[in-house]
């Protein structure tokens, strides 16, 4: 029999004195925008980045909630990548059981999974509606009346939201609204989410026990999407009423499927990064924001995502979110990936040539933004006779690094091309002076990525350019005017100091 506590009295607990974080969040949410701290590095090292960017230590009982994912071919976080975060923060990692009949809809199949996913082995891991429920006040009744929740939510003082952002079948997208509102819910807290308020009980086998035609709406999908948003908040001020709570959305594996689908389409988008923000508001917004801006090409396909958004009202959440006081649909990037403090001239005075990399990948929107950089260079005529091969493939690397080994060993390589005729057939003149300049700026670029690189020529050795060319297949016209291989840096590298008075002379020699 489950346990259901009157609403007053968990009312009463929020009138307790706010905790040490209410007045950053109440700061960063009055100002227009609210910060979303960013990073491409999808690693433990990158999460525990985020989450220390933001300033706010997870102090008391702590809880991280996570999905933990309706089988073993869902997308949930692995557990190796969440690992150093839950021990850094000493937490235990919080779940409630589902609503619908799956393999976690009694605590003890849950366990079972969770035993099978391997989150045990990182944590203790707590079932928060094991030992029953509880209602928690709503500051937005338009559906819902209150939020139901697990029971062990009491245990703790501070969350820390750990989502995984990717498409849902009735909310168009997960983040960490969703995973505030629907995974802090218990079994019945979930139904009474779905159902927009109209029923707080599942039959035995996971149905929900709802009056016939609850679904049917003149707003469609809204109600529930404002349900959501709803729940969301009212666990939001809970934790502010205690230690705090934190937002964190991992963008890695997307599919149109939420990690409650056992047999999931496979990701069909690249893997963005890691962002976090005391707003969940904004933070989900920017993980939507990034999404919708990403171009359709082959390492992209974002048209079911996004017609599932669209169909399923998705991105209403955040906008009744806002409309509530939960946070701001606006916000400021901050780019954890670039170096801090760092002017133009410092990243020029820092370069250096980088030969060793570490065992860890270059994001595609790493290589877009070295490329955007290098297109960014000055060029005779703007002819922009520049054209790139970006070489991932291993057996490519191979076959183009030559003597230089560190192209097989960098987890990239840009070949930096010209196209030595101009349009009317004449000899382009300028296209090594033009693919210079491109290849300094990617390489200055590198280094404000906290990337390492280093130029190894190509032109003007006839061997050299002949196994480029061959390679890499390209054109009569196009020539290779140099490799450069990128990475992390994997030694401890520094610039040289060539300032030499001597080699300069004023107004003659």
């Known amino acids: ?30 100002q227009n925008k609210a910060q979303v701290y960013f990073t491409r590095d999808i690693s433990p090292e990158g999460l525990l980045k985020v ?32 690992a150093p975060l839950v021990k850094e923060v000493n937490g235990t990692l919080v779940e409630c059981n589902t609503a619908y009949g799956g393999s976690r809809f009694t605590t003890e199949s849950h366990r079972a999974e969770i035993a099978k996913r391997g989150y045990d082995k990182i944590a203790a891991v707590d079932i928060m509606d094991e030992e029953g429920e509880i209602r928690i006040p709503v500051a937005d ?59 707080q009980h599942t039959k035995p086998n996971g149905d929900l026990q709802a009056p016939a035609g609850w679904f049917v709406s003149p707003q469609k999908n809204t109600p529930f999407i404002e349900s959501m948003s709803a729940a969301a908040q009212a666990v939001h001020n809970y934790f502010m009423q205690r230690e705090g709570i ?11 499927d939420c990690d409650c689908d056992g047999n999931p389409h496979k990701p069909t988008i690249q893997d963005i990064g890691i962002a976090a923000s ?14 919708m801006n990403l171009p359709q090409d082959k390492n992209n396909d974002t048209k079911a995502l996004l017609e599932r958004i669209e169909q ?19 916000y400021q990037v901050v780019d954890l990936d670039a170096q801090p403090g760092q002017t133009a001239l410092d990243v020029i005075f820092s370069r250096k040539s980088v030969r060793t990399y570490a065992d860890k990948p270059v994001s595609d929107e790493q290589v877009e933004t070295l490329l955007k950089a290098a ?32 192209i097989s060993k ?100």
């Open 51 to 82: 989450y220390k960017a933001l300033g706010v230590e997870a102090k008391g009982r702590v809880a991280v909630k996570i999905s933990t994912g309706e089988s073993m071919k869902s997308n949930q976080l692995a557990p190796e990548l969440i």
């Open 278 to 291: 005391l707003d969940p508001v904004a933070l989900d917004k920017f993980c939507l924001d990034r999404v």
């Open 1 to 30: 029999m489950k346990k259901l506590f009157p609403i007053a009295a968990v009312a009463a607990l929020l009138t307790a004195a706010p905790c040490h974080l209410a007045q950053a969040q109440a700061q960063s949410q009055t």
């Open 141 to 199: 009744d338009k559906w819902i009346k209150y939020d139901i929740v697990g029971s062990h939510i009491q245990n703790y003082d501070f969350m820390i939201n750990l989502a995984h952002f990717k498409g849902h079948a009735m909310g168009g997208f997960g983040g960490v609204l969703k995973n505030a509102s629907i995974g802090v819910a218990s079994a019945n807290g979930k139904v009474n989410i779905h159902s927009a308020g109209k029923s």
């Open 410 to 509: 960098a987890p990239v390589a840009f070949v930096v091309c010209g196209e030595t005729q101009l349009k009317n057939g004449q000899p382009n003149k300028n296209w090594t002076a033009d693919c210079a300049a491109a290849s300094e700026n990617l390489l200055i670029a590198a280094e404000a990525l906290g990337l390492g690189a280093v130029w190894t020529a190509c032109y003007p050795y006839e061997e050299r350019m002949s196994t480029v060319i061959e390679a890499l297949g390209l054109p009569e016209e196009v020539k290779p005017l140099c490799v450069i291989p990128v990475g992390y840096p994997a030694g401890n590298d520094k610039p040289k100091d060539k300032w030499k008075p001597e080699n300069i002379h004023y107004d003659k020699w």
């Open 312 to 330: 399923r009202h998705g991105t209403r959440i955040v906008f009744r979110g806002e409309e509530m006081g939960l946070g701001s649909t606006k």
């Open 246 to 256: 934190v937002y964190i959305d991992v963008m890695n594996n997307i599919s149109i």
């Open 375 to 406: 297109m960014a260079a000055p060029t005779g005529m703007n002819v922009q006779p520049w054209r790139f091969v970006v070489v991932r493939d291993q057996a490519v690397k191979d076959r183009i690094a030559g003597r230089n080994r560190m």
